[in-house]
């Protein structure tokens, strides 16, 4: 265990950001596929954007907010403790 929060704090700084950049590829493949997905389902999506602000915020949470949360909360959760990325870059 001490062996591998030695190799966690070596990590660069560099070698973070790409990680999250690895991150970053499963996020916005998530949004690309919710715009596209957003076409379709528009009669259904509008009134929930429209209709008040709390209901359009709510809305806003719930699709975007909370999958990512939880992509990046569960990969640090896993046995891992460590995101797709990091484990990318081996780090994880």
């Known amino acids: 265990m001490e062996e591998r ?3 966690l704090k070596n990590v660069s700084p560099g070698t973070r950001f790409i990680a999250f950049l690895w ?3 499963i996020i916005l493949s998530y949004f690309f596929l919710l715009f596209g997905v957003s076409f379709f389902a528009r009669p259904l999506l ?3 954007f429209s209709e008040n602000a ?3 915020e709510m809305t806003g949470f719930l699709f975007i907010t ?3 949360y939880l992509y ?3 990969g640090e959760g896993t046995r891992f403790h460590a ?3 990091k484990r990318k870059m ?3």
């Open 54 to 56: 709390l209901t359009a």
């Open 72 to 74: 990046l909360a569960i």
């Open 83 to 85: 995101t797709w990325g």
């Open 23 to 25: 991150d970053y590829v």
């Open 90 to 92: 081996g780090k994880g």
């Open 46 to 48: 509008i009134p929930l």
């Open 5 to 7: 929060l030695e190799k």
């Open 66 to 68: 909370l999958p990512v």
